[in-house]
C-alpha cells in the first residue's frame, strides 16, 4: 500500500486513538457549539423583553449559556490534553516496538536523530489529529448554524452570509494543499539536521581532535536555508490565508448590518433581532478562526504521514519453533545478501559450524566477515539461503528462544541499562538478569559472566560495584569491551565475537582467548577476527574472500597459502 495510503489510515487510528478523551471533547464541543448557536437568540429576546418590559428570563437564559461556554472552554482543554497524551503515547509505542521490529539493515537506512525525531516530534504532532479532527468539524458548525438562524430570520439575511462564506471556504481550501507540503517539507528537513547533529555529537572527539568544528558546524547546518525557505513557506502562506479572511469578515459584518438596519426599518426586524442577526453575522464572519485548526490538522496529517514512512517498512519475522536438544551446530547454505545498490555482499556462502567447536571467520577489509556474523544470529535475514541452529531455521525460531541461544559482542558495544548489572545480564532470563533483592553484589549468571569477560576486578573497584550506574561508571574503550563481553558470554548455544577483542591490551586479549576458546559450557563460537594468533587457535577458519568461502580448514592449512597470509600482513600478523 502507497505510504501516502497509510499515512492517512494511520491518522485515522490515531483520531480513534483517543478513546473516550477524543468522544468527550466532541460531545463538550458539540455542547459548546449549540450554547454558542443560541446565545444571540437568547440576546435577542432578553432585549425585545427588555423593550417591551416583560419578565427577564430571556436576560437569565443568556447569562446561563456564557457559563455554560465557560465549563465548555475548562473541559475542552482537559479533554483535548488528555485524548492527546493518549493518542501520542499509544503512536510512540507502535513506532519503538516497529523499530525494534526491523533488522538492522533497515534502521540504517534513516539516520538515528532522524528516528528520534518522528518519534518524539512528528508522532506528538500526529497524536492531535483527533483534537483537530474534532475541533476543526466543530468549528464550522457556528458559522454554518448561523447562517440558517439568519434565514429563518430573514432570508435575504442568510444568502449575505453564506456568500461571504462560500468565498472564505475557497481560501482555506488552497491554503491546506498549499500549506501541507510546505509542512512535509519542513519536518523532512529538521528530521535530516537532526540526524546530522546526532552524527556529530556522536564524533566528537574526532571533530576536536582535527579541529574541524566549524566545517562540521556548517554541514550540519547546510540544509538550514532549505528549512527556513520551508518554515516562511509554511507562515506565509498562514498570513496570507489569515488577511484574505480577516478582509472578508469586516465586510460580512458591515453587509449584514446594512441589510439588517434596512430590514428593521422595513418592519421585517424587531430591535432585538437585529442584535441576534450582527451576532450571528460575527459568528459567520468567524470561519476564518478555523484555519488555526486547519493549520493544526495539517500537522498532524504530515507528522502521520512521517511516521508512516517508517510503519510501511517490514519488520523481521518472528518464528515460534523451540530449539531442540543441541549444542549449537550452526549451518549456512547458500546464504546472500545484497548491498542497497544490487552489490552482493554475501554470494552463495556455504558454511557449517560442528557443535560446540570454534570457528574463526577472517578475509580482507569488505570480505562480509560482519555481515556472516550477522545472519548467523539473525540480525537480519539473508535476502536469499538458509540459516540454521541445531537444525531449525532462524526465521521460525521463537525470537526469546533465539536470544537466549545467541549472544553477540562487538567492537563497539553500547551498554544499556540503569546499572552495570543491568548491562551485563541484558540477554539473561529475567530470573538470572534482576538485580538480586539482598545485600548481594549480583546474581550468579552476572558474576560468572563478568569473570569469563575479565572485568569482575574493574566493577569490584567502582564505588557501588555492580549497582553503580552506568551514566557515573567511568570507563575506556577496552573496559567497555569487556563488558560487551560478559553481557554476550550469557548465550546458552552460540557466541558470536564481531572483533570483540580489538580494543583490549595484549594480556587481558590473552585471558579473553582463553575463556573463548576454551570450553566455554561446551557453547559454539563463532569469532570474526584480523589476528593470527585467534584464527590458530580456532578449531577451523573460514576464510572469505569477495563475499565468498574460499577456504575452511584448520589455520596451519591455509597458512601455506600466501594470499591467506596476506590477510594478516596489514595488522602485523605473523604464524
Not at 557501588?464 to 574503550?477: E, M
Amino acid at each position: 500500500m502507497p505510504t501516502f495510503a497509510v499515512g492517512d489510515r494511520l491518522l485515522r487510528q490515531t483520531v480513534l486513538a483517543g478513546g473516550g478523551w477524543t468522544a468527550g471533547l466532541a460531545a463538550v464541543a458539540l455542547l459548546g457549539a449549540a450554547a454558542e448557536l443560541l446565545l444571540p437568540a437568547a440576546l435577542g429576546r432578553a432585549v425585545d423583553a427588555a423593550l417591551a418590559g416583560g419578565s427577564g428570563w430571556w436576560a437569565v437564559s443568556a447569562c446561563a449559556l456564557v457559563v455554560v461556554l465557560i465549563c465548555v472552554d475548562t473541559l475542552t482543554d482537559l479533554a483535548s490534553g488528555f485524548g492527546a497524551a493518549r493518542a501520542t503515547a499509544g503512536l510512540r509505542r507502535r513506532l519503538l516496538r516497529h523499530l525494534f521490529a526491523m533488522d538492522v539493515r533497515a534502521t540504517r537506512r534513516h539516520p538515528v536523530g532522524d528516528l528520534v525525531g518522528r518519534l518524539v516530534g512528528q508522532a506528538a504532532d500526529a497524536g492531535q489529529a483527533g483534537n483537530a479532527m474534532v475541533l476543526t468539524i466543530v468549528a464550522v458548525l457556528p458559522p454554518l448554524g448561523s447562517v440558517v438562524a439568519l434565514t429563518i430570520m430573514e432570508p435575504v439575511l442568510g444568502v449575505t452570509v453564506l456568500a461571504g462564506l462560500g468565498l472564505l471556504a475557497v481560501l482555506m481550501r488552497a491554503f491546506v494543499a498549499d500549506a501541507s507540503a510546505a509542512t512535509a517539507g519542513y519536518q523532512r528537513v529538521l528530521g535530516s539536521i537532526a540526524g546530522r547533529l546526532l552524527e556529530s555529537l556522536t564524533g566528537a572527539r574526532t571533530i576536536a581532535a582535527a579541529g574541524t568544528t566549524r566545517r562540521e558546524e556548517d554541514r550540519v547546518l547546510a540544509a538550514l536555508p532549505e528549512l527556513d525557505r520551508h518554515g516562511r513557506r509554511t507562515w506565509a502562506l498562514l498570513a496570507r490565508a489569515s488577511a484574505r479572511t480577516s478582509a472578508v469578515a469586516p465586510l460580512l459584518n458591515l453587509s449584514v448590518i446594512a441589510v439588517g438596519g434596512y430590514a428593521l426599518t422595513a418592519g421585517w426586524l424587531t430591535p432585538g433581532e437585529l442584535v441576534a442577526a450582527v451576532r450571528y453575522a460575527a459568528m459567520g464572519a468567524g470561519l476564518g478562526a478555523v484555519l488555526a485548526t486547519l493549520n493544526h490538522l495539517v500537522r498532524s496529517r504530515a507528522g502521520a504521514h512521517r511516521v508512516a514512512e517508517v510503519l510501511t517498512q517490514p519488520a523481521t519475522p518472528a518464528g515460534d519453533r523451540p530449539l531442540p536438544p543441541g549444542g549449537g551446530a550452526l549451518r549456512l547454505r547458500g546464504v546472500c545478501v545484497y548491498a542497497d545498490d544490487g552489490r552482493p555482499i554475501l554470494d552463495g556462502v556455504d558454511l557449517d559450524v560442528p557443535a560446540g567447536a570454534t570457528v574463526a571467520v577472517v578475509g580482507a577489509s569488505g570480505a562480509g566477515k560482519s555481515t556472516v556474523a550477522a545472519v548467523a544470529g539473525r540480525l537480519y535475514d539473508p535476502d536469499s539461503g538458509d540459516v540454521r541452529l541445531d537444525g531449525v531455521p532462524l526465521r521460525d525460531l521463537d525470537a526469546v528462544e533465539l536470544r537466549r541461544a545467541v549472544g553477540y559482542a562487538f567492537d563497539r558495544p553500547v551498554l544499556i541499562g540503569a546499572t552495570v548489572h543491568d548491562a551485563i545480564g541484558l540477554a539473561l532470563p529475567d530470573d538470572s538478569a534482576a538485580p538480586p533483592a539482598d545485600r548481594s553484589p549480583a546474581t550468579p549468571a552476572v558474576l560468572r559472566a563478568a569473570r569469563m569477560a575479565a572485568v569482575a576486578d574493574v566493577i569490584d573497584r567502582l564505588p557501588g560495584g555492580y549497582r553503580t550506574p552506568l551514566v557515573d561508571t567511568p570507563l575506556s574503550g577496552g573496559e567497555t569491551q569487556r563488558l560487551g563481553l560478559a553481557r554476550a558470554f550469557a548465550a546458552e548455544r552460540l557466541l558470536i565475537l564481531d572483533d570483540a577483542t580489538s580494543s583490549l591490551d595484549t594480556a587481558t586479549e590473552h585471558r579473553i582467548t582463553e575463556a573463548v576458546l576454551g570450553h566455554a559450557g561446551g557453547r559454539t563460537r563463532l569469532v570474526v577476527t584480523h589476528r593470527s594468533a585467534a584464527a590458530a587457535a580456532a578449531d577451523l577458519v573460514a576464510w572469505l574472500d569477495g563475499g565468498r568461502v574460499r577456504g575452511l580448514a584448520p589455520h596451519r592449512h591455509l597458512w601455506a597459502d600466501p594470499d591467506y597470509r596476506a590477510v594478516f600482513q596489514p595488522a602485523g600478523g605473523g604464524s
